[in-house]
């Protein structure tokens, strides 16, 4: 089943403990990008990947650290998290391509609490 | 900065009835323009996706219009069902970056359906 799948799908953590979340896409996808979604705000880019070590900023990227060393992978590292990055995050992959192209597909989201 | 507006913020309707959710965006240099849906605490789910040289699409109950000179898309939904409720998202993928850049997304519609 073509998918993007996320983990951990819940983290609560406390002020400065690194964590990563992974993305991982089964569709052989060029494009790739990580959101936030919050109350009010709704769904901002943090960081978005054209292909295997491209990577560039979002409308959010302070605080974020991303990696593409494979195709498929594309996980989110937060250094030092805050309570402000508090939220719940989404991975996002998408082709180029054919008539639907960068149709962008997400995955199930990750619930993040900084305490 | 592009921004997209969806109106209205919330909607509430008998079963059975046909409805049309707004979306607006204010710079008319999209490369596509993509409708979610969004259940409470999960991901996201592609609808319909237009290209800009395209004028609607449609899947099943679903309809989405595209007029990009005047930023406006609509999702029309014929004879509404509960399992309709959720939250629908409209996003579009700017024209910049050979189409890689990342979505912006309006703040949704959260639509209800009485039974």
């Known amino acids: 089943e073509a998918q993007v799948t996320q983990n951990p799908r819940y983290l609560i953590t406390v002020t400065g403990k690194k964590l990563t979340v992974t993305c991982s896409q089964n569709?052989?996808?060029?494009?790739m990008s990580w959101y936030r979604q919050d109350p009010g705000l709704g769904l901002r880019q943090i960081y978005y990947?054209?292909?295997?070590?491209?990577?560039d900023k979002g409308d959010v990227p302070e605080g974020y650290k991303v990696s593409r060393k494979e195709k498929r992978n594309f996980p989110l590292i937060l250094e030092s998290p805050s309570p402000n990055q508090t939220s719940l995050y989404f991975c996002?992959?998408?082709?180029?391509?054919?008539?639907?192209?960068?149709?962008?597909?997400f995955g199930p989201g990750t619930r993040l609490t900084v305490t | 900065k592009q921004e997209v507006t969806q109106i209205p913020a919330a909607l509430s309707v008998p079963e059975g009835e046909n409805l049309v959710l707004n979306c607006s965006f204010t710079?008319?240099?999209?490369?596509?323009l993509q409708w979610f849906r969004q259940d409470p605490g999960k991901g996201l789910t592609s609808l319909l996706l237009?290209?800009?040289?395209?004028r609607e699409q449609t899947s099943g109950r679903l309809n989405a219009s595209l007029d990009k000179s005047s930023g406006r898309s609509t999702l029309y939904i014929a004879a509404s069902q509960p399992g309709d409720s959720a939250t629908y998202l409209c996003?579009?993928?700017?024209?910049?970056?050979?189409?890689?850049?990342?979505?912006?997304f309006g703040k949704g519609t959260h639509l209800i359906i009485q039974p």
């Open positions: 996002a992959s998408s082709y180029k391509g054919g008539g639907t192209s960068y149709e962008q597909y």
């Open positions: 569709m052989n996808h060029e494009y």
């Open positions: 990947s054209m292909n295997v070590e491209v990577t």
């Open positions: 710079d008319s240099a999209i490369y596509n």
């Open positions: 237009i290209q800009s040289s395209q």
């Open positions: 996003a579009v993928r700017p024209t910049s970056g050979g189409g890689a850049d990342g979505l912006t």
